[in-house]
């Protein structure tokens, strides 16, 4: 499989007070290491175990995530916009390997 490709959606536009919803969606294997490969080894454990959102430098959303999740893990969440800023999401392996993404939003 390639590189992990984070991708999410932000609306680019919200009045202020809004509650609107975000989607996020990584590619990603999510190896359990409780398969075991070709060669009857169980294949080392490597999944994404911590996401986080911030909005303007301030944690807004987190979660960590667990073997059982699939693979290619979506979340959708919900925030409240006060102002235009920068949302900026990180998905963290269990090897310290980080996946970044940010998208601005525009707040009337």
Known sequence: M???KP???VPKTASKGDVITIKTL???KMETGLRKGKDGKPIPRKIINTF???FNGQQVFSTNLEPAVSA?????FSVKVE?????KFTWIEDDGATYSKEQEITVN
Do not use: M, Q
Not at 72 to 76: F, S
């Open 72 to 76: 290619n893990p979506y979340l959708e």
């Open 52 to 54: 986080t959102c911030e």
């Open 2 to 4: 390639a590189d992990p």
């Open 83 to 87: 102002e235009s800023g920068t949302f």
């Open 26 to 28: 990584i590619s990603h």
């Open 7 to 9: 991708r999410v959606k």
